[in-house]
């Protein structure tokens, strides 16, 4: 268990529709990462946040957004779904603002399917 | 662009066999070398690699990096069917971290 945390486990919805993904940290890190996992793509870092501010930002769709909160916890956002969005959904956390510097560690994912 | 590249893709070993996992890379302002085990759930850290040269341990796994070839490799001794799993590589930039499409590694009993 890494200590950080995500809900929903799992989240079925339709096109079209928006869903929120939630995340919480390890106690101490203060910077969040979300990932995007899928079976041809791998991998594909999204968007970082450190204590509350956006601190990079990857390949993340404009339909997508997320925020972090003063209790550090994140919350991402997919709007406007489509199917090619389902995948799995990755928190990471870390103790420092370098997502390259410091070790990150992840949570257990959301599995997002879109039908 | 920045890349990761990982060989082999797949590779399917007895117990009590040694393996070695390559990964290569282009990193755009290179801080770190990652790996990470996958095993139908969340990455697991494994290593973080940072100067080049000095082998990190931790039981039957180590691994080193190379900056100059820009190349890492992960060492695993006397393999059990336990490390059956999808090993990731990421290099970490200044931003983020961009990982390579992993090694599923099969050992077989």
């Known amino acids: 268990d890494s200590g950080v945390t995500q809900t929903p486990k799992h989240l079925i919805t339709a096109t079209g529709q928006r869903v929120t993904l939630r995340c919480s940290p390890r106690s101490g890190d203060l910077s969040v990462y979300w990932y995007q996992q899928s079976l041809d793509q791998g991998l594909q870092f999204l968007i970082q946040y450190y204590n509350g501010e956006e601190r990079a930002k990857g390949n993340i769709l404009e339909r997508f957004s997320a925020q972090q909160f003063p209790d550090l916890h994140s919350e991402l956002n997919l709007s406007s779904l489509e199917l090619g969005d389902s995948a799995l959904y990755f928190c990471?956390?870390?103790?420092?603002?370098?997502?390259?510097?410091?070790?990150?560690?992840f949570g257990p994912g959301t599995r997002l399917t879109v039908t | 662009e920045d890349k990761v590249v990982q060989s082999p893709l797949s590779l399917v070993v007895h117990e009590g066999d040694t393996v070695t996992l390559n990964c290569s890379y282009e990193?755009?302002?290179?801080?770190?070398l990652l790996w990470y085990k996958q095993e139908k759930k969340a990455p697991t850290f494994l290593f973080m690699l940072?100067?080049?040269?000095i082998e990190k341990k931790s039981g039957r796994l180590s691994s080193i990096l190379d900056k100059k070839e820009l190349f890492s490799i992960l060492n695993i001794t006397a393999t059990q069917t336990g490390d059956s799993a999808v090993y990731l590589c990421?290099?970490?930039?200044?931003?983020?971290?961009?990982f390579g499409k992993g090694t599923k590694l099969s050992v077989k009993p």
């Open positions: 990193v755009t302002n290179f801080r770190s």
């Open positions: 990421a290099g970490g930039s200044q931003g983020n971290l961009i």
């Open positions: 940072t100067s080049s040269g």
């Open positions: 990471a956390s870390s103790v420092g603002p370098s997502g390259g510097a410091y070790e990150q560690y």
